[in-house]
């Protein structure tokens, strides 16, 4: 069987300075892999990679999309293969209406997998009866992209953005950072319900804290641009409590 | 003012003093009229064609840019003026009263002059010059060398008068077009009077062939008189070889409220001046202008607004979208008076650049001699943000949509500034247009 995602050896750099140190990771479908690390230790980074943002030198291996050459593809093109990045800072975007973005997103990713666009109504419906699962004042959807949003609504809203274009690897960054425990749970909900047989997670996070509520099936740890150690979810309760300094003289 | 002694004349400045000379016998008007003719054409000659020295014109090398007079356009034939029917399309189907300026002539017989609510008087400019009128004394731009040319020049226009208390719901739409042929100067001015209390929406277009480098100096003068309401758009959409000049001046009564949109988006040289003055107690002023520019456009946007009365406010924002080599130009002064207490005036100028070449000159200034107010300016100059960019893209959106989201969002803010959603819905398809063109 093909993974799902399969990253090997991959090394990365930014403005000269490697981050990525050859880094192996597969996830099939149906799984949830959590990726956990120090601060620094390239997890945003591998994100950003994964997701085509400029910026990033790739120095040296391959990324497979269900058998594809991710790493030759546009963001654009890569987000309607069925990538998706919830950001860890999501960003504001004044002047554009969030159900707006919503529409135009979800009809060019369909538009690019030669799929029919669906009407302004159809895709109001939909986001409506998901910003209901997701406790999100519909008066939000008129208001410009995470503008004035608190951090729990902008992670909300990104989960929101998620469940509508169902993707089908999902990669989500430090999406407990910010978050109450209410807002923590609400979202993780979010998440859960969109656990399927045919789609993929990867969870990264700082914290254990996240992983009570989305069970991984597979922990890692990435410590100086390289998963260091993988795991069952004992892992991360293991890491709550010696915490990360053995890897990060380990990396060193 | 200097009256700058200069013994090299351009051949363009050559080309108005024959235009000027060949002319006067035939403008309309008497003796009265011929003389303010000829006051304000000694002033244009005095100072010369405005040029990079000139503080009012310094990004605008009017020297440099016009190269010659082009002669002044004859009264247009049958053919071209059915052609001009065609004209204004940006706001069909909305319903406007069409009067239609060809060549710088009115053409009543092609404009729409049936039904005129009552207390509404429009009138060929020609007409009150006819009638030794004293219509063409400017008073804010009488200073400027290209506005006194106008005084000098205009032929004809429109003059429209509403009188005090009546509100027109059906906006009037002066469809200004140049027509085919030899390139040619046209000079027009027109007035608006609006009674107190009175309530009208302005729509202005100007366009005409792109293979034809003709010269457009239009000028209007707007009284908004006390309480009264004037909504006033205005796009530039000229030829892609035209130069356009517009001068406006606006003064509102008390309690009045004035509100300009400009739109630029045609024209290879475009200058948009506008006097605003605030001249009665609690007037409103906004203006809004925005500017989409491409190839090698030059578009200057120039701003005087004058708070003279207490207690009132003023908002100016531009927005420039610049693309290729073009260039964008705004000046914006607030000049608050001893007398204008309490003035609240607020000026923002930003310009988007999408190429390496696109330039952007923005110089807000304030100049404030009363003590109880609140005035304040900036300007930003940036390119299309990167990360928002990528965070579009990764959402699946491709690069050339996501770019067009956003400076669909740029300029957003400036179209929003108008009242009427009609109006509104048809400028954003302009810039729709306009988005469209650039891929
Ligand atoms: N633009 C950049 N230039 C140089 N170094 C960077 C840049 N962006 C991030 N880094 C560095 O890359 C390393 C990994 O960052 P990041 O992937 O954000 O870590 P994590 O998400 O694991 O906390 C950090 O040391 C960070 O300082
Ligand atoms: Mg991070």
Same mark, same amino acid.
């Not at chain 1, 997701?51 to 291996?61: A, N, V």
């Not at chain 2, 009045?256 to 949109?261: H, M």
């Not at chain 2, 960019?389 to 400036?414: D, H, N, S, T, W």
């Given at each position: ?81 069925? /990538? ?14 969030? /159900? ?29 009866? /998901? ?122 | ?144 060398? @290209? ?51 009175? @309530? ?37 959409? =000229? ?197 469209? =063109?650039?891929?």
């Amino acid at each position: 069987m093909t993974a799902l995602l399969d990253i090997r050896g991959l090394k990365a750099e930014i403005d000269g300075r490697q981050i990525l140190n050859g880094l192996d990771l597969a996830v099939n479908k149906g799984e949830i892999h959590a990726i956990m690390g120090p601060n620094g230790a390239g997890k945003s980074t591998l994100s950003y990679v994964l997701s085509g943002k400029p910026g990033y030198e790739i120095t040296g291996g391959e990324v497979f999309f269900n058998g594809e050459d991710l790493l030759a593809m546009d963001p654009d093109e890569r987000a309607a293969k069925g /990538l998706f990045l919830a950001f860890q800072y999501p960003l504001e975007i004044p002047g554009v209406a969030t /159900l707006t973005f919503l529409r135009t997103a979800l009809n060019a990713q369909r538009k690019k997998r030669g799929e029919e666009e669906l009407s302004s109504p159809d895709v109001l419906k939909r986001v409506r009866e /998901l910003a209901k699962q997701l406790s999100i004042d519909p008066e939000m959807l008129k208001r410009p992209l995470n503008v004035g949003f608190s951090g729990g609504e902008k992670k909300r809203n990104e989960t929101l953005q998620m469940a509508l274009l169902e993707p089908k690897l999902c990669v989500l960054d430090e999406t407990d950072s910010g978050l109450d425990i209410d807002a923590l749970r609400i979202v993780a909900d979010g998440v859960n319900r969109l656990r399927a047989a045919d789609r993929g997670m990867i969870v990264i996070t700082h914290y254990q804290r996240l992983l009570d509520y989305i069970v991984p099936d597979v922990v890692h740890v990435l410590a100086a641009g390289r998963i260091v150690k993988t795991g069952g979810k004992d892992l991360a309760l293991e890491l709550e409590a010696t915490g990360y300094a053995q890897y990060q003289s380990e990396a060193a | 003012m200097n009256a700058e002694v200069r013994s090299v004349k351009t051949a363009a400045e050559i080309g108005f003093a024959d235009l000027f000379a060949a002319a006067r016998e035939s403008l309309p008007g008497g003796d009265k009229i011929e003389a303010v003719r000829r006051d304000a054409f000694d002033r244009f000659a005095a100072q010369g064609l405005p040029h990079s020295r000139t503080e009012a014109w310094r990004y605008t090398d009017l020297r440099r840019l016009l190269r010659d007079a082009k002669p002044l356009a004859p009264r247009s034939d049958a053919a071209a003026r059915s052609v001009a029917r065609e004209a204004g399309a940006v706001f069909a189907g909305l319903g406007l009263r069409r009067l239609l300026i060809v060549d710088g002539a009115f053409a009543p017989e092609l404009s729409d002059l049936a039904g005129l609510e009552p207390g509404v008087v429009v009138r060929a400019t020609v007409e009150a010059l006819g009638a030794d009128e004293m219509v063409l004394p400017l008073d804010m731009a009488g200073g400027d060398p @290209v506005a006194a040319l106008n005084t000098a020049l205009a032929a004809d226009g429109v003059m429209i008068t509403v009188a005090p208390g009546v509100v027109v719901e059906r906006p009037i739409h002066l469809v200004f077009v140049t027509t085919g042929g030899t390139p040619a100067a046209t000079f027009t001015r027109s007035r608006l009077e609006l009674g107190s209390g009175a @309530v009208l929406t302005l729509v202005e277009t100007h366009e005409g062939p792109d293979q034809s480098d003709y010269q457009v100096n239009v000028a209007l003068q707007v009284d908004v008189g006390d309480r009264a309401r004037l909504d006033h758009v205005k796009i530039t959409g =000229e030829g892609a070889a035209a130069l356009h000049i517009s001068t406006l001046e606006a003064s509102t009564g008390a309690g009045a409220s004035y509100r300009d949109f400009g739109f630029t988006i045609g024209g290879a040289v475009v200058r948009n001046q506008l006097f605003v003055k605030l001249a009665g107690e609690g007037a409103i002023a906004d203006v809004y202008q925005g500017s989409l520019l491409a190839g090698r456009q030059h578009a200057d946007t120039t701003l005087v607004v004058d708070h003279v009365a207490a207690g009132s406010q003023s908002r100016e924002v531009f927005k420039a979208v610049v693309d290729d080599e073009a260039r964008a130009v705004f000046q914006g002064r607030i000049t608050v008076q001893p007398g204008a207490q309490q003035t609240d005036a607020r000026m923002m100028a930003r310009a988007l650049l999408l190429s390496d070449e696109a330039v952007a000159n923005c110089k807000p200034e304030l100049e404030i001699f009363a003590d109880d107010v609140q005035c304040g300016h900036g300007t930003t100059t940036g390119a299309l943000d990167d990360q928002l960019k990528f965070y579009l893209m990764a959402r699946g959106i491709p690069e050339k949509e996501a770019e067009a989201l956003l400076i669909q969002a740029f300029v957003g803010e400036v179209i929003d500034a108008v009242a009427r959603d009609d109006l509104r819905e048809a400028l954003t398809q302009v810039m729709l247009n306009w988005l469209k =063109e650039r891929d």
